[in-house]
């Protein structure tokens, strides 16, 4: 049945356009995709050195409380 469809519309005046808005709408789902794990994965590797950050500012207060005593 599917296949009849997509026959029909490869093969009907104006299929050309379809053919063009049926590929330029996965390009953007992809595209999309790809831009939001992109993001996502922007915010985890900062929220990752953040508290990276913060443990290791956490562990030198420790040590230098640990030296001065």
Do not use: C
Request: aromatic share 8%; hydrophobic share 50%; net charge positive.
């Amino acid at each position: 049945m599917t296949t009849q469809v997509v026959a029909q519309a490869v093969t009907a005046p104006g299929s050309f356009t379809l053919i063009v808005v049926i590929l330029g709408a996965l390009f953007m789902l992809i595209g999309g995709s790809y831009g939001f794990t992109w993001l996502v994965f922007d915010r985890l590797s900062k929220s990752i050195s953040r508290l990276r950050t913060n443990d290791l500012k956490h562990l030198e207060n420790r040590l230098k409380e640990l030296e001065d005593a």
